[in-house]
């Protein structure tokens, strides 16, 4: 049932330090709005239980996309259309540009937004699998300064994360890379379009003639929190791929995720399309 309109409020705010200031001096009273795509749904079905929301939509500190030597830092309000219009992101960053892309219809993706996405802390999120291959830094912002945090181990547990009810995250920064890359991205759905992921993998890897000589592995939905997975990665790293390694990657794999039966799917399918998935893209290298 539709949450009644006049239980809420939404706050609009000048700039950004108006914004953390109503965050820091009423701490734990608003929460962020940015495109609204999460927050709407729960809205709709009646189950939006915080009621102070600070519109943070239009401050034009958190937009745009930057390319340094070192990095591509996008504002959290990057939205996934324009994560798609951005020629950097495709040539360095294709995984990023493909999770864009799969996520829900133009209207999610004219109004979602990167930031919306992490600090949603789904564990099937299309992003976060990505960033967390891409190595990706937060830059999260309060009212008494800001800090940077590496993305990965930022989500603690399911909806938890290592963020204070003060602090928004103001930008995405992705490192750059010189070296050769391959990048393997694959989100599996009930169908092609507007579906939740089942699983969704990406990886990047370098490889030296026939050898892995590094790479980064992550997941979604297959544990309370997008996951890297780290052991399976020390197993191929410096390998050469053949037919044992790939075993022993997907047995390492087996023993490093934890999937859940839920309304999407069961722990077994999941399981058994992320092993036939990592094999894939082991035989893509
Ligand atoms: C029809 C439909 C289809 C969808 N399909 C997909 C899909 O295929 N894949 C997918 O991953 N998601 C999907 N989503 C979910 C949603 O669109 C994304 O998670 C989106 O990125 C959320 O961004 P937003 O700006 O709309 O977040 P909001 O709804 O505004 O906020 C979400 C949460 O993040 C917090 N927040 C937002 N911005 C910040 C910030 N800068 N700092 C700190 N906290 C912040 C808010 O307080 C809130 O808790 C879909 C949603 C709908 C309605």
Redesign the pocket.
């Known amino acids: 049932m539709r949450a009644f309109v006049t239980n809420y409020e939404l706050k609009p705010v000048a700039n950004l330090s108006d914004a953390l200031t109503l965050l820091a001096d009423e701490r734990d009273a608003w929460?962020?709005?940015?495109?609204?795509?999460?927050?709407?749904?729960l809205f709709e079905a009646g189950k939006l239980a915080h009621r102070k929301?600070v519109n943070?939509w239009n401050l034009p500190e958190?937009r745009g996309i930057e390319v340094t030597p070192e990095y591509v830092k996008l504002g959290?309000?990057t939205t996934?259309t324009e994560v798609q219009a951005n020629e950097t992101l495709h040539r360095e960053f294709p995984m990023l540009c493909q999770a864009a892309s799969?996520?829900?219809?133009l209207a999610?993706q004219n109004?979602?937004?990167?930031?919306?996405?992490i600090?949603?802390a789904?564990p099937?999120?299309?992003?976060p699998p990505a960033l967390l291959a891409y190595d990706a830094e937060l830059e999260l912002v309060s009212k008494s300064g800001s800090r940077i945090v590496s993305y990965q181990g930022f989500h603690t547990g399911y909806k938890q994360m290592q963020?204070r009810a003060d602090?928004?995250?103001?930008s995405i920064r992705l490192p750059r890379s010189s070296e050769a890359q391959s990048h393997y991205y694959r989100k599996v759905g009930t169908r092609k379009a507007?579906?939740?992921?089942k699983i969704c993998f990406a990886a990047v890897a370098q490889v030296d003639g026939e050898r892995i000589k590094d790479m980064r592995i992550a997941l979604g939905s297959v544990a309370p929190t997008v996951v890297r997975c780290t052991r399976t990665e020390d197993i191929l790293r410096n390998q050469k791929i053949d037919a044992a390694i790939v075993s022993a990657a997907r047995t390492e794999m087996a023993r490093e995720v934890s999937p859940i039966d839920d309304i999407r799917s069961t722990a077994n399918y999941r399981l058994r399309v992320a092993l036939n998935v990592l094999e894939d893209f082991l035989i893509s290298l």
């Open positions: 929460k962020p709005f940015a495109g609204g795509t999460d927050l709407m749904v929301f943070i958190l959290a309000l996934y799969e996520t829900g219809g999610i109004r979602g937004t990167l930031g919306g996405n600090a949603n789904s099937a999120g299309d992003s963020m602090e928004l995250i103001k507007q579906a939740i992921s």
